[in-house]
């Protein structure tokens, strides 16, 4: 009995498993034909007369608009505000101008004599190693009151 219990639930499980699989392929499949809907949807609008008037429409009106902000433009250039606005746009990238030609200068400067301090740094120290290294052991002589004879004392290393 119990073992045809097991045989019953096997064959479900093997029933449920493909009805599943094919669930799974019928998923797959209204997903390629959703895809293969939205392609074909797109290309007709792509291709349609009413995209391409508004594609038309579109450029006109975006070549008026630019031809009016150029002449507003040309009418402001030529204007006093204009002319004052474009002598203190001038001025302004004059001094930009400077001040990063002064950062530069004040750069290059820096680099300059710290590059020095260092040559310089250096120079000292390989002195410095000459000197200890040659000073020879030096001779004194060196006068007693007592005795009137002069000895000769080294120093101590």
């Known amino acids: 009995m119990e073992e045809e219990r097991r045989a019953e639930n096997e064959d479900q499980n093997a029933e449920e498993e493909a009805a599943s699989f094919n669930k799974s392929d019928d ?5 390629q ?6 392609a ?16 038309n429409d579109l450029r006109r009106g975006l070549g008026s608009l630019v031809g009016s902000l150029e002449e507003a433009l040309e009418r402001f250039s030529r204007s006093e505000q ?3 606005f474009q002598e203190r746009a001038t001025r302004v990238a004059d001094r930009v101008r400077e001040s990063e030609l002064a950062a530069e200068l004040k750069e290059g400067l820096t680099v300059g ?22 000073r020879p052991a030096q001779d004194i002589p060196v006068e007693s009151d007592n005795d009137e004879s002069s000895e000769e004392v080294k120093p101590e290393d």
Not at 27 to 31: K, P, R, V
Request: aromatic residues 6%; negative net charge; hydrophobic residues 40%.
């Open 33 to 38: 034909q959703l895809v293969e809907a939205m």
């Open 82 to 84: 204009g002319q004052e």
């Open 40 to 55: 074909r949807a797109a290309r007709n609008v792509w291709s349609s007369e009413q995209r391409l008037q508004l594609e």
């Open 27 to 31: 998923l797959a499949e209204e997903i």
């Open 113 to 134: 004599l710290r590059s020095a301090a260092d040559e310089v740094r250096k120079f000292a120290d390989s002195f410095e190693e000459g000197q200890t290294h040659s």
